[in-house]
């Protein structure tokens, strides 16, 4: 879904976007609303409140992060798929990669078409009822 917000297009509605959106629109309501023991506006500690949230969101959104231990695991994992697929000729099933390489035998077959599945850098393309994997050009 696409929104047009003050002649912008957002694609994606994040916290940080609808945070910006709210900021903007108490700003444009600022000083309707008057706390009865203070005088002062309400809107005011909202605002602010509501900038230090989007600060923190905005600093987490942007943390370096490191991978995780399965993320390192499966990108060992990865680089095993991409070696045995360049030393073939023709477009492999994952039965055929774990017969290839010792490391991916000891691998389920979910976990191989589950890892292969998120290679950017892998076609897929189905001879017979099998799905056969290869190196993209």
Known sequence: MTYNIHNTQIDKMTYVTA???????????MGSVVDSET???VYEKVIEKLTA?????EKR??????????QVENQGI???????LRNSDAPLSIGEMRE?????ALLSPQKLTGIVSHMADVTRTVEKRVNKYSLTE
Do not use: G, Y
Not at 19 to 29: F, G, P, R, S, V
Not at 53 to 57: F, G, N, V
Not at 61 to 70: E, F, I, L, S, V
């Open 61 to 70: 959104n942007n943390a370096d992060r490191k991978p995780t231990k399965k």
């Open 100 to 104: 290839a390489h010792d490391q991916l």
């Open 19 to 29: 945070l910006t959106i709210a900021l903007e629109a108490l700003d444009m309501a």
């Open 78 to 84: 990865a680089d095993c798929i991409r070696t045995v």
């Open 39 to 41: 005088e002062a506006p």
């Open 53 to 57: 949230l989007r600060a923190q969101t």
